[in-house]
């Protein structure tokens, strides 16, 4: 994964109602909800929730789709997934290193 595109991500999830909006869609599953639904779960007043939505959508983290009058939002598993493989993928390589050899690395 781009780097640049990681921070983009974590950086949508870096407040803590796009958070808690983002865990809601979780909870939500593949079906997701709608904007009301969400409005409704979370107390964010409608423009608010409009401004961290599009912050959202931008990051990739979350998609959205029109279904008639009302717009559905779901959490992009996939990306998701695809962030946390980009933060764990150089989990504990250091571990296994002398102390040596890490302070070398780090210089």
Do not use: W, Y
């Amino acid at each position: 994964m781009d780097p640049s595109l990681a921070a983009q991500g974590f950086a949508a999830m870096g407040a803590e109602p796009r958070l808690e909006v983002l865990r809601l869609l979780v909870r939500a599953g593949e079906a997701g909800l709608s904007v009301g639904e969400i409005r409704a779960r979370s107390g964010i007043a409608a423009s608010t929730l409009a401004h961290h939505l599009r912050f959202l959508a931008a990051a990739e983290v979350v998609t959205q789709e029109k279904v008639g009058r009302s717009t559905i939002c779901c959490a992009n598993f996939e990306h998701l997934q695809s962030l946390a493989g980009f933060i764990l993928s150089a989990c504990c390589q250091d571990a296994a290193l002398p102390t040596a050899q890490k302070d070398a690395e780090n210089d």
